[in-house]
């Protein structure tokens, strides 16, 4: 059974752990262990320390456990009692400072790692150089009483995939790492990859309980596909297979009255354009001569609630707790900015909360219509892509009949949506259960490693 304990270093040299009776009762413990380390000891009941287990000085060193005064979760597996769970935060783009480790990514950082206390867990940032194989230990970077610290621990029970990028991703360094790890570590790797948005799209169209929510997507082959798409849906999106933040986005639209072709997007100035052509042609020499289209897709236009003139769509974050239980743990609200194709902050657009749109009637409506949408999209992409995921980032849209379109799922999804006043607790819980399902992974490799690493 899981519990949760303070973890007490004693001045002496002894290789004896002191636990709460009933951590030890009917169990007949021969090692303590943390993350990848793990030593003999003797195990003696503390009936006047309920809620803490202590160790030596010495254990301490030997385990090398940063002492954080932090309530941990224990776990009992063969004769070993194990604390923890350590969890490793894999990225890059780290730099030389002390205060920033992490560049412009360490204040994000910095608010993950302090969710350690109500979550029980000792979580830490490293990359690929701080690792030492020999010794099986890793250089971590800890945030600690509002400060950065190093501390060398040993491999984690469980990492969590936060690099930031594609290119980091696509790193034949950084792969072989993650391979290693995984492979002869066996230590379980979650929220791994940047999802492709076709690729989501063909496993998504494969189920009937979420194919109703997928406007029609194709890879881009030919102009004629367009026209027809054009003509039965009266204006399309044209976008990069693997591309984030909006940017890549077009808008085409066709005029049936006066066969004229419009396509609305944001130019490399940042500036929102809408551009008039007499044939479809003409707009694919002028607006996409310098594009490779063989990355892009070509998806159904929805004609989407709005506010005003302004498309409204929704992002909602989905995240499994420490119980493998996937939750909605935030939904907004984006108003696209005048002009612009897409919702995001840097084209113009806004966050507001659902209830600042909408009267109570239509919000509480909305809102179980997203959030039904949103945990039935989880629960089926968690069954069919590779690797375990722990958290997902949906952009969701409804039309003016009330019906939910899926436009995107994010493995990494930002977090600019918490930058609104009346979104920072939920921000406190999408960073709370990240962490959270650690927790469970570590519990799963130890009591059922045959459901993790089939």
């Not at 621990?153 to 936060?162: A, L, M, S």
Request: hydrophobic share 40%; glycine share 6%; charged share 25%.
């Amino acid at each position: 059974m899981r519990q949760r304990f303070f973890l007490e270093v004693a001045a002496n040299d002894q290789l004896v752990a002191f636990c709460p009776p009933e951590v030890i009762y009917h169990q007949s413990l021969k090692k303590i262990a943390f993350g990848s380390k793990s030593i003999e000891v003797d195990f003696r009941a503390h009936p006047d320390q309920k809620d803490r287990i202590v160790i030596s000085k010495r254990m301490q060193e030997e385990l090398q456990f940063p002492n954080l005064n932090i309530p941990l979760h224990t776990f009992i597996e063969d004769q070993v009692l194990f604390i923890g769970p350590l969890v490793g935060i894999f990225t890059s783009g780290f730099s030389a400072s002390q205060n920033n480790p992490i560049g412009e990514r360490t204040s994000f950082f910095a608010k993950l790692i302090s969710v350690n206390k109500t979550v029980g867990a000792v979580p830490f940032v490293f990359g690929e150089q701080h690792i030492d194989w020999e010794q099986g230990s890793i250089k971590g970077f800890f945030y600690h009483e509002s400060v950065w610290e190093t501390f060398d621990v040993p491999f984690p029970n469980v990492i969590y995939d936060r690099l930031p990028n594609r290119k980091s991703e696509e790193n034949p360094k950084l792969i072989k790492v993650k391979n290693r790890l995984q492979k002869e570590y066996l230590i379980p790797w979650y929220n791994p990859g940047f999802f492709n948005k076709l690729d989501i799209n063909d496993r998504l169209q494969q189920n009937d309980i979420v194919a109703s929510y997928l406007p029609e997507t194709h890879p881009f082959t030919s102009f004629s596909m367009i026209e027809i798409m054009l003509s039965q849906y009266g204006h399309i999106y044209f976008k990069p297979k693997n591309g984030s933040l909006g940017f890549g986005v077009h808008q085409i639209i066709y005029d049936k009255h006066h066969g004229d072709y419009y396509c609305r997007y944001q130019d490399p100035d940042g500036i929102n354009r809408l551009r008039k052509f007499s044939s479809l042609e003409k707009l694919f020499n002028r607006v996409f001569s310098k594009q490779n289209l063989d990355r892009m897709i070509v998806q159904q236009g929805i004609h989407l609630l709005r506010k005003g003139t302004r498309a409204i769509d929704f992002r909602v974050h989905t995240n499994k707790d420490e119980l493998g239980n996937w939750h909605v743990s935030a939904i907004a609200a984006k108003i696209a900015g005048v002009g612009s194709v897409t919702t995001h902050k840097r084209s113009g657009g806004e966050i507001k909360t659902i209830s600042e749109i909408f009267p109570t009637e239509e919000c509480e409506l909305f809102t179980e219509k997203l959030s039904k949408a949103a945990l039935n999209l989880s629960s089926v992409l968690d069954h069919n892509i590779e690797g375990i995921i722990g958290e997902i980032g949906f952009d969701l849209g409804i039309d003016r009949n009330g019906d939910v379109w899926f436009f995107e799922a994010n493995s990494k999804p930002g977090r600019s949506i918490f930058e609104h006043p009346e979104l920072k607790d939920f921000d406190l819980l999408t960073r709370q259960l990240s962490i959270a399902f650690a927790v469970f992974l570590t519990e799963q490799a130890l009591h059922h490693p045959e459901e993790l690493f089939q």
